[in-house]
């Protein structure tokens, strides 16, 4: 497990086939519940459908952020005009539990482009937040509990210094470059997970590195969770599955993009 209330954390490289027809490539229509499923882009860009009405385009910079509440379908496809974007896509899927009194809340979509994420830009450094606050500067994206999410670019010997509360989790990632955190050598492609009590985090780039910053107040509540769905006990992960068999998470019927 992650740090509660981060749950999934998977980073993923593709790169786009162009014999095959784009709505055909990245993760086809396919339900939540109980959670919020995130997609940081760091390179390329997504299309984003889902079964409350919202396609939208974000590329790289961007975040978009879907709190899955009672129930959505959604799709995740490579951005249809893929060439201005390059052939490569890199992104962070994470998935933020909710906790048990907004599990079952209406569905909301949101996203942010990375002109419109606050960012910090100091010597050295940018930090694109996108959720929470990080040194003053407060995130767009609403979340239920104290969750903070940012894009980070640091140059090689730049450090960039932030303070989050005690008994809080951080999880700190590097997608390329070798990074400190706290004095302490993270490889690129390793997870560090700091410990509650220390409030401070100093992160030096040992190489150029592109980073994603993470913090959340632990949901102290049971999770039970089965494929796509993360419920508090078993009863509702069988109602999630009856609920998606039944329809009521709509249906998804995707567009099918023009090529360019």
């Not at 786009?16 to 229509?29: A, E, R, S, T």
């Not at 959670?35 to 961007?62: C, P, T």
């Not at 107040?217 to 769905?229: C, L, Y």
């Amino acid at each position: 497990g992650y740090a509660n209330p981060f749950l999934v954390f998977h980073h993923g490289k593709a790169v786009i086939d162009p014999n095959i027809p784009l709505h055909q490539q990245g993760v086809g229509p396919h339900p939540h519940r109980g959670f919020s499923a995130i997609s940081f882009i760091y390179k390329g860009g997504l299309h984003h459908q889902d079964s409350r009405g919202n396609s939208e385009h974000v590329y790289a910079g961007g975040t978009q952020w879907t709190h899955a509440g009672r129930g959505i379908i959604h799709s995740e496809r490579p951005a249809a005009n893929r060439l201005a974007h390059g052939k490569e896509q890199e992104l962070l899927q994470v998935w933020v539990n909710s906790p048990a009194a907004h599990k079952m809340d209406e569905p909301t979509y949101h996203a942010a482009t990375k002109e419109n994420t606050p960012t910090i830009v100091e010597n050295g450094v940018q930090v694109a937040v996108a959720s929470g606050q990080i040194n003053g500067t407060q995130g767009v994206i609403p979340t239920f509990t104290p969750v903070t999410t940012a894009m980070a670019h640091l140059q090689a010997g730049a450090v960039f210094t932030t303070e989050f509360p005690e008994h809080t989790n951080t999880i700190i990632y590097s997608l390329e470059g070798d990074i400190t955190v706290n004095g302490t050598l993270v490889p690129a492609r390793h997870l560090a997970q700091l410990s509650t009590t220390g409030t401070t985090v100093s992160v030096e780039a040992v190489q150029d590195a592109r980073l994603f910053i993470g913090n959340g107040q632990p949901i102290e509540e049971p999770i039970a969770a089965h494929g796509p769905f993360v419920m508090n006990n078993q009863t509702e992960i069988l109602q999630a599955f009856k609920d998606y068999q039944q329809g009521k998470m709509g249906v998804l019927i995707e567009e099918i993009p023009e090529i360019h």
